[in-house]
């Protein structure tokens, strides 16, 4: 009994450690204070602030650069990692290993390291950096983490189904579309998503990588903002808007693949 009581005050200690900070700028979001930890009475004038891009056109700027640069990082890594997650499968043992370990180096690597990396490589080539090549770093270290995701769909999936499809008369790209492709949405779902999130969150490879022609990002905004002396207090009300829709994503998700082991 006494264990039971200490495991279950552990976790929600943890879990309130995990979420208070989260929690603190939602219900800070709804007061008009300058300060964070100032309550100065129930506000929505934030959020009202917030969508008058007029007044905060930078902020509103560097929002949108970073939701495009997150969902074309997304969507391309999402495609190449599947892809890559299916060549990797369908591998030797040996071979999987080998291609599985490398895969795993861009994510045990620090993303300062990345970034710097990308940064040199650009700056060989003579790539200008701007929109592109954050894009192109973006897609980078997300499609690791997207074969991450895949492949263990790729695994549970029964081996035959697509050598019944070609036997059947399928060609091999309607065997890959019709068998393989529905038998990892699920995994490509996830890894679309944990993407899309890294990419929003990202600031390390995203300095390196954004050159100097005056494009901005979330992250890059709220350092130059913070180096300022304090963050905007729009951020507040935006940073709540960014968490509620991903967990709503999330729960959606997650409620339609309980649906569908049901069905099966």
């Not at 900070?21 to 008009?32: E, G, H, L, Q, R």
């Not at 991903?246 to 339609?256: D, M, S, V």
Request: contains cysteine; positive net charge; hydrophobic residues 50%.
């Amino acid at each position: 009994m006494v264990k039971k009581i200490i495991m279950q005050t552990y976790l929600w200690v943890l879990l309130l450690m995990l979420y208070a900070p989260i929690a603190i700028i939602v219900i800070y979001s709804f007061t008009d204070a300058k300060v964070l930890g100032n309550w100065t009475g129930f506000s929505l004038d934030l959020y009202k602030s917030l969508l008058n891009t007029g007044a905060h056109h930078s902020l509103m700027n560097a929002f949108v650069n970073t939701v495009l640069i997150a969902l074309i990082a997304a969507t391309a890594s999402t495609l190449l990692g599947s892809i890559a997650a299916i060549g990797i499968y369908n591998l030797k043992a040996r071979s999987r290993k080998a291609v599985g370990f490398v895969n795993s180096i861009p994510i045990l690597n620090g993303d300062i390291i990345t970034g710097i990396s990308l940064f040199l490589l650009f700056v060989s080539l003579g790539i200008t950096q701007g929109f592109t090549t954050v894009v192109l770093a973006h897609i980078t270290f997300c499609t690791p983490y997207v074969v991450l995701s895949v492949l263990p769909r790729l695994k549970q999936m029964n081996p035959n189904l697509y050598e019944a499809a070609l036997d059947l008369g399928a060609t091999p790209m309607q065997a890959l579309r019709k068998v393989i492709l529905p038998e990892i949405r699920p995994g490509m779902l996830s890894g679309f998503l944990l993407a899309l999130t890294i990419s929003i969150d990202d600031f390390a490879v995203t300095v390196f990588t954004i050159g100097n022609q005056g494009l901005e990002t979330l992250s890059t905004y709220i350092y130059a903002d913070a180096r300022k002396g304090g963050l905007t207090p729009e951020l507040r009300p935006l940073s709540a808007v960014i968490f509620i829709v991903i967990l709503a994503l999330l729960i959606i998700i997650n409620r339609r693949a309980g649906k569908e082991k049901k069905e099966i």
